[in-house]
């Protein structure tokens, strides 16, 4: 199943909604807590980010460094996972939570493999094929390979992923190309890029890829979301982008009646 399938089986007549590292404006960013809250809220899938540890375990962090979400400090790289279990995560609010930096196992595991996953490739490290094979090898033994896509404003990154595991989808996230990247099966414009460039959807979907906005607050873009005919919705907090999703809806449905 690739993520064109996805939207017509999790959300057969609308956009998906992905929780953006769950919901950070409630729970600490890329935590079980912050998933789970996110599934609670209605999400269709999930988005994440992945690094390597020292000893080479796949974690949920978005950071190359600690110290913006826990109370560690240096680089995710320099740590192993034992290490990284004792970090406390930072909360919303700045105070400390008993969340741990999660991996992607757990991950996995919490959702019971049922739930799509958009991984966004943080780590360089993913050029290297024994190190892109650590995730290819996770995913099969887990069942997920047809059930996630890998994105990365970095193209080689994807790419290295796609060279060992070449039937997951590739994503490209960017904050500046106004044209679709060829071979991507995923995009991810930085939202107004649809703006200055009108022929953007058109050229997307001459080439195969569905577009999720680089937008994680798109609250007050839905409507206009809507009649570009954009595929899937990050979202920062997946309860209120659902709301603003039915709202736009209908008042569509009505107009039309």
Not at 10 to 38: D, Q
Not at 67 to 95: C, F, I, S, W, Y
Not at 157 to 168: C, F, K, L, T
Request: hydrophobic share 45%.
């Amino acid at each position: 199943m690739d993520w064109k399938e996805f939207r017509a089986t999790y959300a057969p007549n609308r956009p998906l909604i992905v929780a953006h590292r769950g919901v950070p404006m409630m729970e600490p960013e890329n935590t079980l807590a912050s998933f789970k809250r996110a599934l609670d809220q209605g999400a269709d899938a999930l988005e994440t980010d992945l690094r390597f540890t020292r000893d080479n375990v796949l974690v949920l962090h978005h950071d190359a460094t600690l110290e913006r979400m826990t109370d560690g400090t240096g680089p995710v790289r320099a740590h192993t996972l034992a290490e990284l279990k004792q970090l406390r995560t930072r909360n919303p609010n700045g105070a400390w939570s008993d969340e741990r930096i999660p991996t992607l196992l757990e991950l996995i595991t919490l959702t019971q493999a049922k739930v799509p996953l958009l991984l966004e490739l943080k780590d360089p490290l993913f050029t290297n094929p024994a190190h892109a094979r650590v995730l290819a090898d996770l995913l099969a033994a887990t069942g997920m390979t047809s059930s996630v896509a890998v994105a990365s404003f970095h193209f080689d990154y994807v790419q290295g992923v796609q060279a060992v595991a070449p039937q997951i989808p590739m994503g490209y996230i960017t904050l500046k190309d106004l044209k679709p990247k060829p071979g991507a099966q995923i995009l991810g414009p930085l939202w107004p890029i649809l703006l200055l460039n009108p022929w953007y959807m058109e050229t997307a979907r001459a080439q195969g890829s569905i577009v999720a906005p680089l937008d994680p607050n798109p609250e007050a873009r839905i409507a206009w979301y809507l009649s570009l005919g954009v595929d899937a919705f990050l979202a920062n907090y997946p309860a209120a982008v659902r709301r603003a999703l039915d709202a736009a809806t209908a008042t569509t449905q009505r107009s039309i009646l």
